[in-house]
């Protein structure tokens, strides 16, 4: 009996001091939730959308503030605002860019519903570049390293 009493005192200290402990130990958190999603799937797991903004950021040789703003008062990253006129515009390539691999590409959608990457992707056009250069290449003779002749025929190269 006052074996059977101690016994049961000393498990529930234990208890007591295990579950202190437990509670002060750092809690294992989650990847953080995605609130603000309107051109990828809702379903898109966290490293997914981490290694998609991370190609993003490559493509355009930039980095996340270029879309992406701090908040002021905590001072952290806030991915979820919209406060940046880059990330609507990235939203529209991103649309841009799924209508031409679709269209012309033959295209399938993934297991997660996004259209695969099969002709073009933002480096195709960007190259590192942030905003790429939009200018006109000049023909022909003015601009030698365009291939071939240009519109004027190659009798009128020498
Ligand atoms: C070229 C612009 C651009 C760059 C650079 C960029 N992002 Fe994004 N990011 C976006 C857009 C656009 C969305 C919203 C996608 C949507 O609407 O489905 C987004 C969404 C996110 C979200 C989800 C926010 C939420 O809760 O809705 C996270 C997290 C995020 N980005 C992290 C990053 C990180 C980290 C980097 C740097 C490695 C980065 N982004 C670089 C444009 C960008
Ligand atoms: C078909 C070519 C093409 C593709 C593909 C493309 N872009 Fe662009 N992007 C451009 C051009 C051209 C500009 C420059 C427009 C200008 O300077 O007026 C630009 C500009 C931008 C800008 C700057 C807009 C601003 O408001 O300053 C962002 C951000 C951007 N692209 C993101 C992306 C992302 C992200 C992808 C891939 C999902 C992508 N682009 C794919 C051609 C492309």
Not at 2 to 14: A, D, P
Not at 28 to 56: A, C, E, T
Request: hydrophobic residues 35%; glycine residues 8%; proline residues 8%.
């Amino acid at each position: 009996m006052i074996i059977n009493k101690k016994f049961s005192i000393t498990t529930i200290l234990i208890g007591i001091i295990s579950l202190c402990v437990a509670s002060s130990l750092p809690q294992p958190s989650g990847p953080p939730k995605l609130v603000n999603l309107k051109v990828f799937p809702k379903s898109i797991p966290y490293r997914v959308l981490d290694h998609q903004m991370d190609v993003w950021a490559a493509s355009l040789g930039v980095r996340c503030n270029f879309c992406h703003v701090r908040n002021a008062q905590t001072h952290k990253m806030d991915f979820a605002s919209d406060a940046k006129p880059e990330k609507i515009s990235a939203r529209y390539m991103y649309v841009m860019m799924g209508k031409i691999n679709k269209k012309y590409f033959e295209a399938q959608k993934d297991s997660l519903g996004m259209i695969m990457t099969m002709g073009v992707n933002c480096n195709t056009c960007h190259r590192g570049v942030s905003h790429p250069d939009i200018k006109a290449v000049a023909a022909g003779n003015d601009n030698p390293g365009y291939g071939g002749p240009g519109p004027v025929g190659p009798d009128k190269v020498n």
